[in-house]
């Protein structure tokens, strides 16, 4: 996926800034605090290793791995204003709810919400490497490397990169898109922003909310949540998981979203939500 893609035509004004419009009183999104949060084992983890997921191109797929990051999706929307869901489908179409799956051009986009490191600094994230970067794949390959260097830990990775930690991340992709609706007044136009300032309401920025809105309709669907569970229980029938205090438990989807919104809330969800955003 590509994720806050920007193009040598789009002035740094519209990439890191457009506030603005309407006759609105304008909020500056850069200038809000990066959430200060960080990894806490409030909950001992369980070891999902080995659980069978359904292909990543699939909805199906996406689904199962998107949903268990919903609670911090959520309460960025809510934070925000953000139209529900959205930024949840934004997940399943950049990084297939996969936190350490760089953007697939590998030239430096990373996250959940996939941001190029010039884009993820400018709203005050800290980056691997040269924060100036925009679609660079000697950058990409040094990512990758350093990706690869820590074992694909999340933990190990968040201190080199905020755009790794979920809360951070998706936090900061809220504040891109509420920078677009502030300039477009439509969240369609919104996603779009997020995609390509230069390319708002245009092809490749139609493109990407086709996409987008394909995910937000299945994300707010109860009949594609309910395929996505009976998959996954049908996947891993028989299949246990291993918890902190050596009990292996039978793995279900119900199951595997509530150890996941327990792991949200180690990467400091709960301090999120309680903890006033907007000016």
Same mark, same amino acid.
């Given at each position: 996926? !590509?994720?806050? #893609? ?8 519209? *990439?890191?800034?457009?506030? =603005? /419009? /309407? ?12 959430? &200060?949060? =960080? ?15 359904? $292909? ?8 199962? +791995? ?9 309460? #960025? ?19 297939? /709810? ?35 970067? !925009? ?7 040094? !990512? ?19 755009? *790794?930690?979920?809360?951070?991340? *998706?936090?900061? =992709? ?30 490749? =920025?139609? /493109?990407?909310? &086709? ?24 996947? &891993? ?7 902190? $205090? ?8 119900? +199951? ?24």
């Amino acid at each position: 996926m !590509l994720g806050a #893609v920007l193009f040598a035509e789009d002035s740094p004004i519209d *990439i890191l800034g457009g506030w =603005g /419009g /309407g006759g609105r009183s304008a909020v500056d999104y850069r200038r809000i605090a990066v959430p &200060n949060v =960080g990894y806490r084992e409030m909950h001992r983890e369980p070891d999902y290793r080995g659980v069978q997921l359904a $292909d990543e191109e699939t909805v199906t797929g996406r689904l199962q +791995r998107s949903l268990r990051w919903r609670p911090i999706t959520t309460a #960025v929307e809510r934070c925000y204003g953000i139209r529900d869901n959205l930024l949840l489908a934004m997940v399943m179409q950049e990084s297939y /709810g996969n936190p350490i799956q760089p953007n697939m051009k590998m030239d430096g986009g990373l996250g959940l919400m996939h941001m190029q490191p010039v884009v993820a600094n400018g709203f005050g994230l800290k980056v691997y490497g040269d924060r100036h970067v !925009l679609a660079n794949r000697r950058y990409g390959r040094g !990512l990758a490397e350093m990706l690869r260097s820590h074992n694909w830990d999340m933990r190990g990775i968040i201190p080199h990169d905020d755009r *790794i930690h979920p809360v951070r991340n *998706i936090d900061c =992709g809220g504040r891109i898109v509420m920078t677009g609706h502030q300039k477009h007044d439509r969240w369609d136009l919104a996603a779009e922003y997020y995609f390509a300032p230069g390319y708002v309401g245009k092809g490749l =920025g139609w /493109g990407y909310w &086709n996409r987008v809105n394909r995910f937000l309709s299945a994300s707010g669907n109860p009949a594609s949540r309910q395929l996505a569970e009976r998959d996954f229980n049908q996947r &891993n029938a028989g299949f246990s998981v291993t918890y902190p $205090d050596g009990k292996r438990r039978d793995a279900s989807f119900e +199951r595997y979203l509530g150890d996941f919104e327990m792991i949200c809330e180690n990467y400091g969800l709960l301090d999120y939500r309680t903890t006033k955003r907007l000016p």
